[in-house]
């Protein structure tokens, strides 16, 4: 042994791995359909990252995931070969981690804190989140979660987009009754209705809300609560013990620019619904959609960048689709892996623009954008530079097709039904951050109804937070 | 599955369909609607409540086979069922005591008048109807709307029936005959009801008309029912359908209606030549 051990070379220091690239489809060739862009990693590829990972005892990546997962833990099984461990120990805190591993913006989370990020890329966290994720799926491996003794208690989760999925997930667990009351047709909020099926398939998300329907949920479609049924009805009437709330901010912004209502335009909220939801893009599905030569998608966000891509899609290879955006290139919110697809599937960039009017035509069609150019000046509130127009660079730009991605505002269904319900001045539920609780007893809520638009994690991190105040709620009953 | 329990065929190309929706039927009110999925490939259609039996649970509903998806809709029979039917959605009508109330109704529109007739009579009001129709055959709900109207005038356009023209014609003379209107309702055809608000405009009587926007979701979601009334813009599906119809801009609302036209007529396309296909 000794022996051996002399004879070795003298130690040399390991070579570094390099940031494993995920395999995704041609642009050229992806960019004519809607099945997913990424493939994902495969095992091989999945072990040599996970060999990346420092397995720091600090884990500054656990502090930057908003639902703390164990990352270096998950990791470490990875690189053993254990991917159903791995994907069942992320599952202790994160309950959708193929969505996540596709949709989170991990390089403003966990992969931006990564230590190996000091000197190297950070370790590629979110594909293998999603490759362990889609491995325990395809393996069949999905195991059901105990299910604690029912205590009787009834709970109404209003909304089924992720916060309204974490919260019944883990009130099933609790031995609770769920019933969820959804305004569309489909379960999964934003996850349905708004990304679409080449960043995030429907199936995927289809097989997480089996898991509830499988955990004993009622599911009530068709249900605006405000309209169908009010918040009161349900806590005073129908013998519901608390209710969530998680309704997510489904109200589109508009410009207010003059021209904005003419035909031809729309929000982000209403082309991609068309797509999505009602499957506009599949010939036996009757929703109709029209995409012109020439679009202009407002804005550069996770939402324009669908719409965007989804309109090249619809389009077809002579259509010319634009982001119009008034700051520059480093302010752009959407995620990076995003702009970088959005950039190789042909989308054209305009940035520091920004319109002012839309122009028509006789019959009441938009035929052109006017614009301004913009210069950054001092920063702002938000520590951005603040975009300013430049004077006299007016310019028309020929579009047919314009398609707006300014964000969204809570609904007001639920607020103008219930008026102990107290609100800010943006219509967002004020909540108490650390339990979710209303000002209304036995009410919780959380997700964008209370944060305005933001991510699909914190909206799940807030729905697990409700849920154990509301178990500690009905316990106290 | 929402239950089809009745249907009968009321006119060419008009069905009254009862439906299973006891939700719906325990909280709507007149002037609500409800939006409607038939089956999975279909689009979401936006129609009107015309009367609901909250025992039994159902609502009625009328339909004019008009497009693809109508007709598609119409061919549904009693026992079958609407895969989806979510409501009711937008304001109920205002149902005060006005005075006297002239209610305006064309063709289908006639289907959306019925309940806010009925609960303008209700709430107190003498309530003046005048029904419209192309021909005597298309004319709709004569009968039911004679019972809750202070005074019926039927009109078609062709004379068949009744006063020989259009609902906003005999809406003038009973203006030029001085009688005193507080409130006029209209609903119909979009050319009509801008029609009706031309004739009130000069003599600032408060008019109001039910629009028939295009609609996706329905719970103000997508915007794509945004209307222009005044300098602002609404959503028809969540503070409609009812606006002043003296500040919606009804031509660009007749513009948006053409705006899939192509698409739509694809549609009947391919449908008419699967069921060619499946005669062969
Ligand atoms: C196109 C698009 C792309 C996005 N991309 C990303 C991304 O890449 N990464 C990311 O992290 N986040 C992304 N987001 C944001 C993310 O999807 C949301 O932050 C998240 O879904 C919020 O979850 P939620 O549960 O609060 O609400 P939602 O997902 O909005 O779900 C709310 C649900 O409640 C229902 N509802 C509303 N009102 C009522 C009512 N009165 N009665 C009954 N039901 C009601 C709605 O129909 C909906 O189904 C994107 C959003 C959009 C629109
Ligand atoms: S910070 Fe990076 S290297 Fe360290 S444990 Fe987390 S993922 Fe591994
Ligand atoms: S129909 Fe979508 S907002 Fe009105």
Known sequence: ?477 | MYKIVKKQDLAPNITRFSVEAPEVARSRKPGQFVVIRAEETSERVPLTIVDSDPEKGTIDLIIQKAGFSTTRLVSFEVGDGFLDVLGPLGRPTDMEKYGTVVCVGGGVGTAVLYPIVKGLKEAGNEVITINGARNKELLILEEELGAVSDELIITTDDGSYGVKGFGSTVLQGLIDDKKNIDLVVAIGPTMMMKAVAEVTRPYKIHTIASLNAIMIDGTGMCGGCRVTVGDEVKFACVDGPEFDAHLVDFDEQIAKHHYYDKEQKCQMDLMIDKAEEERA
């Not at chain 1, 004519?32 to 493939?39: I, Q, Y």
């Not at chain 1, 950070?122 to 393996?139: C, H, K, N, S």
């Not at chain 1, 898991?211 to 049924?229: D, S, V, W, Y």
């Not at chain 1, 609904?411 to 650390?434: C, N, Y």
């Open chain 1, 1 to 477: 042994m000794a022996e051996e051990k002399r004879t070795r070379p003298p130690r040399k220091k390991p070579e570094r791995i390099p940031r494993q690239e995920m395999p995704v489809r041609l642009p050229e060739v992806r960019n004519k359909d809607f099945n997913e862009v990424a493939l994902g990693f495969t095992p091989e590829l999945a072990l040599i990252e996970a060999k990346r990972c420092l397995q720091c005892p600090k884990h500054p990546c656990v502090d930057g995931c908003p639902v703390s997962v164990d990352i270096p833990g998950f990791i470490h099984l990875v690189s053993e070969g254990d991917f159903i461990g791995a994907a069942q120990k992320i599952k202790e805190t994160n309950l959708l981690p193929s969505v996540c591993g596709r949709v989170c913006p991990q390089e403003e989370q966990c992969e931006q804190v990564c230590v190996v990020a000091k000197i190297d890329k950070p370790v590629a966290i979110g594909r293998l989140e999603r490759f362990v994720a889609d491995y325990e799926r395809e393996q069949g491996a999905v195991e059901l979660p105990k299910v604690a003794p029912s205590t009787g208690k009834k709970v109404a989760v209003v909304g089924s987009g992720p916060a309204g999925i974490t919260v019944s997930y883990e009130l099933l667990q609790a031995g609770h009754k769920v019933t969820i009351f959804e305004a569309l047709h489909e379960l999964g909020g934003v996850l349905v209705y708004g990304i679409p099926e080449f960043r995030l398939p429907k199936a995927i998300v289809a097989a997480e809300i089996e898991t509830i329907k499988k955990l004993g949920a009622e599911i009530k479609l068709n249900m605006l609560i405000g309209k169908t049924r009010t918040i009161d009805a349900l806590l005073d009437e129908d013998g519901f013990d608390a209710v969530f709330i998680g309704t997510g901010a489904g109200l589109p912004m508009f410009l207010n620019l003059p021209g904005e209502n003419l035909n031809g335009i729309s929000s982000a909220n209403e082309f991609l619904t068309r797509v999505n939801l009602m499957k506009a893009y599949r010939e036996e599905y009757t929703t109709p959609i029209k995409v012109g030569k020439k679009v202009a998608v407002i804005g550069a966000g996770n939402v324009a960048m669908d719409a965007a891509r989804a309109a090249k899609r619809v389009g077809g290879d002579d259509v010319e689709v634009s982001i119009i955006y008034r700051r520059a290139r480093d302010q752009m919110p959407a995620r990076a892996e995003e702009l970088h697809h959005a950039e190789e599937e042909g989308i054209i960039f305009n940035l520091l623009t920004n319109p002012i009017r839309f122009i028509g035509s006789e019959n009441n069609a938009v035929t052109a954008t006017e614009c301004i150019k913009m210069e950054l000046g001092e920063p702002d509130d938000s520590g951005r530079r603040r975009p300013i127009p430049i004077e006299g660079s007016e310019h028309t730009v020929e579009t047919d097709t314009v398609i707006v991605a300014l964000g969204t505002t809570p609904r007001k269904f639920i607020s103008e039904t219930t008026p102990d319900l107290k609100t800010s001045k943006w219509g967002t539920f004020l909540v108490d951050e650390e339990t979710g609780k209303t000002s209304k007893k036995g009410v919780f809520a959380g997700g964008d109804i209370v944060t305005g638009s933001a991510t699909v994690i914190k909206a799940m991190g807030a729905g697990r937070v409700a849920a154990i105040a509301i178990n500690e709620y009905l316990a106290g009953l």
